[in-house]
């Protein structure tokens, strides 16, 4: 067997791993009197790539981490709201068929809460308690749980506290990664097309009006 069809052998054998290899996603959110932060952990390629990344929410919601929304969406009015979504369905097709791909193998929800007043904090805490139901059951309605959700709600009665952290496990595979993007790029090459079309047509009436 000659070099270049070993070569081109192990380009096959490697793609069809990439297609049916699974990425795992670790996620961390913690927010507390004392400590503020995300983790996320991605590890690919059976163990062998691992990445971690910590972020105070402080670095996310900041100015220097995020566009000012005026830069991204400059106009508000309801004609072009409504034409923004009427772009966007395509997209978010996409994006809803790929979600049902995603498996979670575990989600750990828990909170610790008090108020300084036992009545306040009974009260309290079961408004969490609701409020994560429900929360947990919309989720539930469109993403696959392969373990059961852990949620707890931890009422201190003698004082002040508050501190919730979030633990969630994402699996997704790779090819069906792959496909839901190419998709995507699909749909953003036909978006720009049309927004330059729509522009020169603009440009058009405009000069016809003018004269």
Known sequence: MTLPI???L???LLFILLIFMK?????FFLLSQSDNYIT???V????LVRIRKKFSLEEVFSGEGTKDIEEVIPDFSWD???QLLKNMKPALTIMKAFIRTIRISKLEWRTKIGTGDA???GAVAGAIWAIKGALISFIRSFLFFKNRPLITVQPNFQGFSAE????CMVEMKTGKAMVAGIKMYKEWKKYQKSSQFNGENQKIVRRTING
Do not use: C, P, Q, Y
Not at 23 to 27: D, G, N, P
Not at 44 to 47: E, K, R
Not at 164 to 167: H, L, P, S, Y
């Open 44 to 47: 690919a390629l059976f163990g």
């Open 10 to 12: 192990l380009l096959i």
């Open 6 to 8: 070993l070569g081109g």
């Open 80 to 82: 072009s709201t409504k």
């Open 23 to 27: 990425i795992k996603i670790e996620l």
């Open 40 to 42: 996320i952990v991605i």
């Open 164 to 167: 919730t952290n979030i633990r």
């Open 119 to 121: 009545a306040l904090t």
